[in-house]
């Protein structure tokens, strides 16, 4: 079974930057179209970003467009988070999941979406 493993959370000051990692381990990840989602405290976790298994689509929520960039290196088997401009509601857990049943081009639906990883935190605080 795939299994995904998030990295490069941390605590940044708003408007500051980090780079999240999704690896994955025992398989390659160049066939899966991998999101990113998170959760907020006491929130639900909701779709952040999406992008094919080829890499040439990307899709995101708006609450993020133009300050997050979703890349993959398939050689690298890894799938990488680039938040820029960030804001403290962008605090949460940070979840990487690859897409499990078809759906829409860019699907961001939790439904659509298995093999969850473990999860790193993002604190955006002064």
């Known amino acids: 079974q795939l299994q995904l493993v998030e990295s490069g959370g941390g605590l940044v000051q708003p408007g500051g930057s980090l780079r999240l990692s999704c690896s994955a381990s025992g398989f390659t990840l160049d066939h899966y179209a991998i999101g990113w989602f998170r959760q907020a405290p006491g929130k639900e976790r909701e779709g952040v970003s999406w992008?094919?298994?080829?890499?040439?689509?990307?899709n995101y929520a708006d609450s993020v467009k133009g300050r997050f960039t979703i890349s993959r290196d398939n050689a690298a088997n890894t799938v990488y988070l680039q938040m820029n401009a960030l804001k403290p509601e962008d605090t949460g857990i940070y979840y990487c999941?690859?897409?499990?049943?078809?759906?829409?081009?860019?699907?961001?639906?939790?439904?659509?979406?298995?093999?969850w990883g473990q999860g790193t935190q993002v604190t955006v605080s002064s």
């Open positions: 999941a690859e897409q499990q049943r078809p759906g829409p081009i860019g699907t961001l639906n939790l439904a659509d979406f298995g093999s």
């Open positions: 992008i094919s298994g080829s890499g040439a689509s990307t």
